[in-house]
């Protein structure tokens, strides 16, 4: 009997330690007898609107191309700052402490916030317009230990558009609303007063510091100003709408930093698309997460196929005469 008794013990822990074994297989690719690694990456975006949300989808698509595909061997922690600087720095944080693989950086402030998080997990960023002015980088060649990524400052796209504002619109005094607080936004009105006054017009700031005083900006430069740019300014695009209205209801022609923002209801924009240099951004990212290079050796990517476009509904809408020789200029957007 006491052998019957020990010999049913021992089955029973046996079917126990069987029944362990299999429950620790079944958990996938973060188990320790699991053979599939389960990529973390912390996806940390600035604002929501149009352009940063292409590069994080052309970033993600890139990755999915080169093998590493969401719910199968890469899990995406997504996280919006609300163009809330204080959210960027604590979600950083969050990315560090949870040891991610590599974090996407979307936007100049979220870069920042993840370069102050860790020197150690692979930074990608893009959608950043002075890289080495923002002290993201040393240069474009050499970027740093953990961080590379893409600027969405091509050389000759803003000066195609100022061009076309003074020289073809007659622009003579051009306002510009952007938020003081990014740095990127303060290198582009820098530029763009360089570039205006090389071509005899001036430029009339009204700057905001959130999305809610965008709308007063735009108002304050009525009767001001004879056009108005909005740069890549996360802050001021993710309330274009506001801008948009003033435009129509005063005539004052908008001219945009980008393509997204043109589709949105800007007259004229010289820019590139977003999803594309997400795109390049996630391409990097692959061969960091394969091995095959450090971030260190990845220099910081530029935007390719610039064009200028224009908007002719939009020009309608605020006030500006359509000139026919522009097709020549510019490509036409269409709804």
Not at 8 to 16: K, M, R, T
Not at 70 to 81: H, K, L, P, T
Not at 185 to 214: F, I, M, R
Not at 255 to 271: N, P, Q
Request: proline share 4%; net charge negative; hydrophobic share 40%.
């Amino acid at each position: 009997m006491k052998k019957s008794i020990k010999a049913a013990f021992l089955l029973l822990a046996g079917s126990l330690l069987l029944s362990g074994c299999g429950s620790d297989e079944a958990t996938g690719g973060n188990s320790k007898n699991g053979d599939k690694k389960i990529y973390q990456i912390g996806l940390t975006q600035f604002a929501e609107h149009p352009s940063l949300d292409a590069a994080t989808e052309g970033f993600k698509k890139a990755l999915e191309e080169a093998g590493f595909k969401e719910g199968d061997n890469v899990e995406y922690d997504f996280q919006n700052a609300q163009a809330d600087m204080n959210n960027t720095q604590t979600i950083a944080n969050n990315f560090a402490g949870d040891q991610v693989d590599l974090i996407f950086a979307n936007a100049t402030p979220s870069a920042v916030s993840a370069l102050n998080a860790t020197k150690d997990i692979p930074i990608v960023f893009t959608s950043v317009t002075d890289p080495v002015g923002a002290g993201l980088v040393k240069s474009f060649d050499e970027p740093g230990d953990n961080i590379t990524g893409t600027t969405d400052n091509h050389p000759d796209a803003t000066g195609k558009t100022i061009d076309f504002m003074t020289k073809e619109a007659g622009a003579r005094k051009i306002g510009v609303i952007f938020n003081a607080g990014e740095q990127n936004s303060e290198v582009q009105v820098e530029k763009v007063k360089e570039l205006a006054e090389k071509n005899g017009a001036d430029v009339v700031e009204a700057s905001v510091s959130t999305s809610a005083e965008v709308k007063q900006a735009a108002e304050s430069l009525v009767g001001r100003a004879d056009a108005i740019y909005v740069p890549t300014d996360n802050t001021v695009v993710s309330a274009l709408e506001s801008v948009i209205a003033v435009a129509q209801s005063k005539k004052i022609p908008l001219f945009v930093g980008e393509l997204d923002s043109l589709k949105r209801g800007g007259v004229a924009a010289s820019g590139f698309d977003y999803f594309e240099i997400g795109y390049q951004t996630g391409k990097m990212a692959a061969d960091i997460l394969k091995g095959d290079k450090k971030p260190s050796e990845i220099p910081v990517g530029l935007p390719e196929n610039i064009k200028l476009v224009f908007n002719p509904k939009a020009a309608e809408e605020q006030g500006l005469e359509i000139k026919e020789e522009w097709k020549d200029l510019a490509e036409f957007y269409e709804e």
